[in-house]
Structure formats: C-alpha cells, structure tokens
C-alpha cells in the first residue's frame, strides 16, 4: 500500500511526524512525505527534531502570501507529484489551508483521501477563520476519518458522514514519547537560564488571525499587568515571526523584565517548556491539547474553541481576548491553590499515546492487508 502523507506548517508536522515513524515500521506500506512549505523555519525545526525527511517538498512559501496563492500553489505542486507516486491514499491532517488544498488535489485524481484529526468545530465558518471551513470542506472530500474523540465522531455523524469514522485519540499526545526528557538541556539559552524549581513560568502564545489588532493588544495588556503585580513569575512568549504580532507584543511588553519575549522556539524545547510550566495562556489550538498531557491549567485567549472536551473534563477555561478577564482568570490560578489544582488534575481527554498505531492498523484492515 502506498500512503503519500501531506503536511506544510509547524502544528502539523508536531502530529504528522510520529504518524510518519509509525507507517515507515511496517513493510506492507510504502510511505511517502509531502512538504507544502506553507511554513519554512519552524518546519524545518519539527522535521529535524523526529528525523523525519521530506520525499517532496512543494516549497510555495511567499513573501505577503494569500489565502487563495497558498491554495492555488499546493494544488499546482501536488498534481504533478500525485501523478507521479499514484498513491492508494493520501493522508492530510487538520484545518490548513494545506489540508484543503491537498484533499481537494487528491479528489480531482480520485485519490480517497484520509483526515487525520477530522470532526473538530466550532460552529461558526468564520471562527477561526479559515480553519473552520478548512477542516468542514477537507471532511466533505475525505472517505476516511481518524476522529481524536467520541464527540469529534458525533460531529462528523451530525454531519451526514457515517462511513469509516475511527475514534483513535489525537496524535501530538505519540509526540511526547520521542520529545520530552526528564534531563532535558533547552537550546534556547532564556529557556536554559530559567529555575523552574523557584520560580512559576507562564507560557503565552497568540498570533490567530482573528487576534490581531485589539484583541492581541487587549491580550498583552493583560499580560503586563501580570507581570507587573507577579515579578517572581516569569511570563515566557514565543513571539510568531508574522510582523502584525511582533510589532504589537513587542511594543507594550518588551521593557518589563519578567516578560521574556523568544523567538519561535523548536518542538523540543516547547514540549519541555510545557512540561516544566505552571500554567499556560494561548490562542493556539495544539496547545489545548499539549498541556493538559502534563497537568498544566490552559487558559484560551479567544472566544470559542473547537475542542471542548478539555472544557468539560475541566483542565482548560476559555476566558476570551478581554483584558480585565483575563487578567482576573490568571490572577485566580496564580493565588488560588485549589482553583489551579482542580485544573491541573483534570483528565486529559486526548488519548494515550498510541493513536498512530490505532490509525495504521485501521488502514492496514481496510486495504486487507490485516484483519
């Protein structure tokens, strides 16, 4: 069985790479990679972290890149490499515009198409956009599904979708096994002079496309007032390269000094970043997942989220891009023991570490080549 796996940022290559390492083990299939380059850096970081290689690598990344160049790239750069490998199956993971534009490559080939993390919403196409619809349009192409949960199952059968639907956990959780280490060495120098032991580190990210402007303006602000009342606390923030962050996270946090503004960092000093913190704030959707794995409360900088499950079983809180609510919210984990210890000792509802081997086995039995 041939299997041409597609990917092109930094997120999915974190849930890809370990999927990718799992189909490689088997000598029933024959497993190829398909770089987009939607990102580049931070790609690169991920790929050399799992010691994955690329078979192809599309390289459409632009200056001032679009929604629609973006698009249109990956699916001038998959046809010819589609019609090359003649896969059984191509396999596109999540809500990118890659994910899109590749299942919809595939379709006009009449290539079945594998959605690995299929069934997450939010219920509204512009929130987040354009993931949201991303994602409705990459289910609507695919004829196989790897749903991280029951409720992401539900969605999909809510959707008129009741046909190869396999609940396996999500795979950033299999990403642990092969990143995180109790002697970990950071090689971000910051992160490496940090004493996790003494001091309590909040880990930030924001850069969604719906936060910029007021929003990541009223998320800063927040931020400053933290750290402005909390100075034993250091306040880590990976600043994403896209100038519309940078330039507002830079201006109204950059002179405080428990506030550590970092370059991106790699997935191996993130993941060891998260295990080591005391609690996170972000508008990213892989972290909701990431850090409740290590019992760290999440708080979501944004008005809705297409994994509730962490919701309910009570370890994540969306709290919205308000900054008097956001600060309110962090303050009570900050001073509340028993607040943040009901979150920390949620369970975390994303699996087990074994969704890979759970999605090779389904498409191993459904080519027939094990029962």
Same mark, same amino acid.
Request: charged share 25%; with cysteine.
């Given at each position: ?25 088997h ?9 987009? !380059? ?5 790609l ?15 390289? $459409? ?5 679009t ?5 249109? =790239? ?25 994910? +899109?534009a590749?299942?919809?490559?595939a ?11 299929a ?9 987040? &956009? ?10 609507? $192409?695919?004829? +196989?599904y ?18 190869? $639907? &396999?609940?396996? !956990?999500?795979? @950033?959780?299999?990403?642990? %096994?092969?990143? *995180?280490?109790? #002697? +970990?060495? &950071? =090689?971000?120098?910051?992160l ?9 580190v909040?880990? @930030? ?24 009342? +909390?100075?034993?606390?250091? &306040? ?7 100038p519309? @962050? ?17 370059e991106p960092? #790699?997935?191996?000093?993130? %993941? ?11 508008? =990213? ?5 990431e850090a ?10 944004r008005?809705?989220?297409?994994r ?5 079983? !009570?370890? *994540?809180?969306v ?8 600060? /309110?919210?962090?303050? /009570? ?11 920390? %000792?949620?369970?975390?509802?994303? !699996?087990?570490?074994?969704? =890979? ?13 094990? /029962?």
């Amino acid at each position: 069985m041939k299997i041409l796996i597609v990917f092109g940022t930094r997120p999915e290559a974190i849930k890809m790479c370990p999927l990718v390492l799992v189909l490689k083990k088997h000598k029933e299939i024959d497993c190829k990679v398909c770089l987009t !380059g939607q990102h580049r850096e931070m790609l690169d970081q991920v790929m050399k972290a799992f010691e994955v290689e690329a078979d192809y690598n599309l390289d $459409i990344m632009k200056n001032r890149q679009t929604l629609t160049t973006i698009t249109t =790239s990956v699916m001038e750069g998959l046809e010819t490499v589609l019609e090359q490998e003649k896969p059984d199956i191509v396999l596109v993971h999540g809500d990118t515009t890659t994910s +899109y534009a590749a299942a919809l490559a595939a379709f006009y080939q009449k290539i079945p198409v594998g959605h690995v993390e299929a069934g997450l919403r939010t219920g509204d196409i512009y929130s987040p &956009f354009p993931e949201e619809m991303n994602r409705l349009l990459t289910d609507r $192409i695919s004829t +196989y599904y790897f749903a991280p949960t029951e409720l992401n199952r539900q969605n999909l059968l809510k959707e008129g979708i009741s046909n190869n $639907i &396999f609940v396996t !956990g999500n795979t @950033v959780i299999d990403a642990f %096994h092969y990143t *995180v280490k109790d #002697d +970990y060495v &950071f =090689s971000n120098e910051i992160l490496d002079s940090i004493n996790y032991r003494s001091r309590k580190v909040i880990t @930030v990210t924001a850069h969604r496309r719906e936060n910029l402007g007021r929003p990541l303006e009223n998320i800063c602000n927040a931020i400053k007032r933290l750290a402005t009342e +909390y100075k034993d606390s250091y &306040f880590v923030y990976p600043v994403h390269l896209n100038p519309a @962050v940078r330039d507002t996270v830079f201006t109204i946090l950059s002179e405080i000094d428990n506030v550590k503004l970092i370059e991106p960092v #790699d997935v191996l000093d993130m %993941h060891n970043l998260l295990a080591r913190s005391y609690m996170v704030m972000t508008d =990213s959707g892989g972290l909701q997942e990431e850090a409740p794995h290590f019992g760290k409360p999440v708080l979501v900088l944004r008005t809705e989220t297409e994994r509730p499950e962490a919701v309910e079983a !009570g370890t *994540v809180k969306v709290v919205g891009v308000d900054s008097e609510t956001i600060y /309110k919210e962090a303050k /009570k984990l900050i001073d509340d023991t028993n607040a943040y210890q009901k979150m920390a %000792h949620a369970v975390n509802p994303y !699996g087990d570490g074994h969704a =890979s081997e759970r999605i090779v086995q389904e498409l191993l039995r459904l080519e027939g080549i094990e /029962k």
